[in-house]
């Protein structure tokens, strides 16, 4: 006990040092501007210590879970089962629903679905499917069951929030074609006032956290594929996948691929470039593949809401591009959900979904590393005619290949987006779906990279 309270006030004088040494020796004081400053970072400071303080809790929560699972006499016959992370969930599942043993998945989620990849070498790869109170889950897993190549390599793994009873039931009516985990912390979440109405978004950031820690910590998978419960997928969507993952593997640039094309509405792709695709700055999500170390680097800066555009900050970023398709291989269907249905309306139900086939496992996909698509896409888009968008629009340019609609500023950005039909916002000062600044489309029969001036050299966070 002594020894804890000396450990205690030395971890109190260290914190208070650090403390002091950063708010009294980093910048002078005295002036008002300077006191509300360091009241900003006080605040700020006093809220990652507690955030810190929250992660240390749960970590040692989970030690202790360790150890007391450790502690517990096992007989042998049963020993191998509760190693078995994904086993032992399944148990742990079963025992809180109360449902009669021999309901509970086997066969696919057995130890097998551990190995990184199946016996031929192909990668074994988790869908995690994200759910709350929607019963049209079944639309989101019909398809996914149905368009799935190998039960193997893609073992689905549903998780739900929320506790919905009906939802329940239609995910728990797969039985052992998927695996139905719950997110166990119902609790109320502590909302600052004036967020309250986005209460929504705290509750999708810690079920996103949690049930990414199942799949990569418990389960141990090194690859997973999200996936949210209103998404429609395209007949070659596991083929997408599948086909760009050497990719992710191999190009320490990437750290995701998406089967999203945020300006994906028919109109503004080329319906017959199935088999296109692209790099780009902008995180897209909406049915994405990401490795465990990345969900490593991430998970212990989870945020508490807002988690899309937090990972699209620089600082988790970190330059890193994503592969996205010309054409959509997923599309959203919900209407109703936790963001207003305006933005469904608008925008959203308009998304393009592909319907062809594409065999990108037999193809040759090496144009999308970094080295060889840099050079090529800056080629392609600096040499390109420059137009302005009445020209675009009128359809009478007579030079063949791509063109380029130049911009300069954020308002020329928007407002030429606008009356082209892209979206125009910023995330962290990316525009959607750019790439070097870049934002290419197709529009009127012709390839279109609105661009910003050749000496582009960064994204400017102010833009938004
Ligand atoms: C939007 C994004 C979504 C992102 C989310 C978080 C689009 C079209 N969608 O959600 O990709 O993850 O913001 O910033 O841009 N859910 C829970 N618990 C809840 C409520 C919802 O787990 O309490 C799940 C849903 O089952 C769904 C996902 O979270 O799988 C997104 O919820 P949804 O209601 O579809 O919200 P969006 O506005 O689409
Ligand atoms: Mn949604």
Redo the contacts with the bound molecule.
């Keep these: 006990m002594r020894n804890r309270s000396i450990a205690f006030v030395l971890i109190s004088l260290f914190v208070w040092g650090v403390i002091t040494y950063f708010l009294f020796l980093d910048r002078p004081i005295g002036k008002e501007q300077d006191k509300n400053l360091l009241t900003i970072q006080i605040t700020k400071l006093e809220s990652e210590v507690k955030h810190q303080i929250a992660i240390n809790r749960e970590l040692l929560k989970h030690i202790g879970e360790q150890l007391k699972k450790a502690a517990e006499k096992v007989p042998p016959e049963v020993k191998d089962t509760r190693k078995d992370p994904i086993q032992n969930y399944v148990h742990k599942a079963g025992e809180r629903n109360q449902e009669p043993k021999e309901d509970k998945p086997k066969t696919s989620f057995s130890k097998e679905t551990q190995k990184k990849t199946l016996p031929n070498g192909s990668p074994i790869i988790a869908v995690l499917v ?5 019963i049209t ?1 079944q639309r989101c897993l019909d398809q996914l069951i149905k368009l799935r190549p190998n039960v193997d390599q893609f073992p689905i793994i549903v998780s739900q ?2 506790e919905h009873q009906q939802t329940a039931d239609v995910i728990r009516s797969y039985k052992n074609q998927l695996l139905h985990i719950q ?1 166990p912390d119902q609790s109320e979440i502590d909302i600052p006032p004036r967020e309250k109405k986005f209460r ?2 705290f ?3 810690r ?2 956290g949690w049930a990414l820690n199942q799949v990569f910590v418990e389960f141990g998978y090194e690859t997973a594929i999200i996936v ?3 998404l429609d997928i395209a007949p070659d969507f596991f083929e997408y996948f599948l086909g760009t993952y050497p990719l992710l593997v191999s190009d320490k640039s990437l750290w995701c691929v998406s089967a999203w094309n945020d300006n994906g509405k028919s109109g503004l792709v080329d319906e017959h470039a199935h088999n296109l695709l692209y790099r780009t700055d902008f995180f897209p ?2 049915g994405w593949m990401l490795k465990r170390d990345l969900w490593l680097e991430l998970a212990p800066k989870w945020p508490r809401a ?4 937090w990972i699209r900050q620089p600082e988790q970023r970190k330059n890193r591009a994503c592969i996205r398709p010309e054409l959509s291989r997923t599309r ?1 269907f ?1 209407k109703i ?3 207003n249905g305006l ?1 469904f309306e608008k925008h ?1 139900k308009f998304i393009k979904l592909n319907e062809q086939f594409v065999p990108f496992t037999a193809m040759n996909l090496t144009y999308l590393l970094k080295d060889n698509y840099d050079i090529a896409f800056v080629n392609e888009v600096y040499q390109s005619k420059v137009v302005s968008y009445s020209e675009l629009k009128s359809g009478n340019i007579v030079v063949p290949g791509p063109v380029r609609i130049p911009y300069y500023t954020r308002q020329t950005y928007k407002s030429t987006a606008k009356m082209l039909g892209l979206m125009d916002d910023f995330r962290s000062g990316v525009p959607r779906t750019g790439y070097r600044g870049v934002v290419t489309f197709f529009y009127n029969k012709r390839r279109v990279h609105l661009a910003p001036g050749a000496n582009w050299n960064g994204y400017d966070i102010t833009w938004s």
């Design positions: 994200f759910s709350c109170n929607r889950v929030d929320c997110q929504g978004y509750k999708i950031a079920h996103y949210e419960d209103d999500g909406l807002y988690w899309d555009d959203t919900g959900g936790v963001s933005f959203l």
